[in-house]
């Protein structure tokens, strides 16, 4: 790689003198990452100080406001044309983020009292994971994660970083999180540095977990770490807040890895995306169990990937949550929301694990999120989805020769039933016809 820039070398010195644990999980590109002081520096300054007329930002203005046309700002016309049409900061509208951290001390009692970065306003969750592959992945790094996994894992972190993907089962034979299988797996690296990704609501199970496995996983891991391995601990937050069940951990495993030893680090990835029922409006953020000694350092960084990249989320988007956020029907609205699509989840429970389809599939558990996953006790995934889509105008996911996703959050309630009994209309018909098929093996998966 390149010569080092100054610029980066006094970053690097800077996480090395408040966290030596941190700088020792920065990838190759992470250490050689800084945001330049050029034209943003200069604009930032000459927006403090240039009190006459500033002639440094890159954008027109008319008459004091910013310039724009009417043809769209009619869609929008409560906002000021600054807040629609103006480049952001780097890490996000400060007043979002600090919105965005109060969010999540409400949401979490363990965050509470806990010391957090502010959030870091993230083009969507993707772009988070993205941050974070560059700013600690080296080609080769171990990332342990279980099989079950939202596919962008891979592309991230694998395909485009290069890292070495570790997996466990995620249910042990009791259908509950693999503690074993994570401290076995575990068990078996003996380098000096991991990264490890966890996500509850599991996507796309469904799955999420009771306080009991909250506290063995943070055993486990903490266990590892007096081994003296630096460990990343990601904390994938996709689903936060759509529980339905009220026997599991009800906020963010982020908060119990905070300060739970020196060699681990945590962050939390989360978003406006399902949180706030904002999907195409792309804002996302990024949470580090860190004080602001270290931060800097790693703002510093982090701001030289995004200006690398994107330059920052749509200013346009993070006004419209920050606004949301500030509505005095924000709760209410949310709650609505939250209502609608629980009595779909305890629906899909009651429909999905009726006696009746019970030599059809085994539902995984499911007590969050958008979606449940049956495990077919016959027939090929793929097949079945493509009969339920051609033949019937149903749209499912393969996740594996014998695993179906079904997202019941854009399911109405009264459609569900009719979804299943499609499902196990399919089934049935692909084993009637492999069982009368000249020397056909009836193919049970389970």
């Not at 016309?77 to 919105?99: F, H």
């Not at 509850?200 to 996983?217: S, V």
């Not at 004080?291 to 990937?305: D, H, Q, R």
Request: aromatic share 8%.
């Amino acid at each position: 790689m390149h010569t080092l820039n100054p610029l980066a070398a006094e970053l690097n010195q800077q996480i090395r003198d408040t966290s030596p644990e941190v700088y020792a999980l920065l990838s190759d590109l992470g250490k050689h990452i800084y945001l330049p002081k050029g034209i943003l520096s200069q604009s930032a300054e000459a927006i403090e100080k240039a009190s006459r007329y500033n002639a440094t930002r890159a954008v027109a203005l008319a008459e004091n406001e910013i310039m724009h046309l009417n043809v769209s700002h009619q869609f929008v016309p409560e906002l000021t044309p600054e807040t629609v049409y103006s480049y952001p900061p780097i890490l996000g509208n400060r007043e979002l983020r600090t919105a965005w951290q109060n969010h999540i001390r409400i949401q979490n009692p363990l965050l509470t009292e806990a010391t957090l970065s502010l959030p870091i306003v993230t083009s969507g969750m993707t772009h988070g994971f993205s941050l974070l592959a560059d700013l600690f992945v080296n080609v080769g790094d171990t990332l342990i994660l279980p099989d079950k996994i939202w596919g962008n894992y891979k592309l991230i972190f694998q395909t485009k970083a290069g890292a070495n993907l570790q997996t466990y089962p995620f249910f042990n034979s009791d259908r509950c999180f693999n503690i074993r299988g994570l401290s076995d797996i575990l068990s078996k690296h003996t380098g000096n540095k991991l990264l490890i990704l966890l996500n509850f609501p599991h996507n796309p199970t469904g799955y999420a977990i009771t306080h009991a496995e909250a506290q063995q996983i943070r055993d486990t891991l903490v266990k590892h770490a007096k081994t003296g391995c630096r460990i990343l601990i990601m904390i994938d937050d996709a689903y936060a807040g759509f529980y339905y069940d009220d026997t599991v951990m009800q906020e963010s495993l982020f908060g119990m890895f905070l300060n739970c030893h020196t060699n681990s680090i945590a962050v939390k990835i989360d978003g406006a995306t399902k949180e706030e029922y904002a999907w195409g409006l792309r804002v996302g953020f990024l949470t580090f169990g860190l004080a602001e000694t270290v931060m800097k350092g790693i703002e510093g960084k982090v701001s030289g990937l995004i200006r690398a990249n994107t330059s920052g989320a749509s200013q346009i988007s993070q006004t419209l949550i920050l606004q949301a956020m500030n509505a005095p029907e924000y709760t209410e609205q949310k709650q609505h929301n939250y209502e609608i699509l629980k009595a779909r989840a305890l629906k899909v429970k009651q429909v999905a694990t009726d006696k009746k389809y019970a030599n059809l599939w085994e539902v995984y558990p499911n007590h969050a999120g958008y979606f449940t996953c049956l495990s077919l006790k016959s027939g090929n995934a793929e097949e079945v989805r493509q009969t339920l889509l051609e033949e019937h105008g149903i749209g499912t996911i393969a996740l594996s020769e014998n695993e179906i996703r079904i997202a019941y959050s854009c399911l109405q309630e009264s459609d569900i039933e009719v979804v299943f009994h499609k499902i196990a209309q399919v089934i049935r018909k692909w084993s009637t016809q492999r069982s009368n098929q000249p020397n056909s093996q009836h193919c049970v998966l389970h």
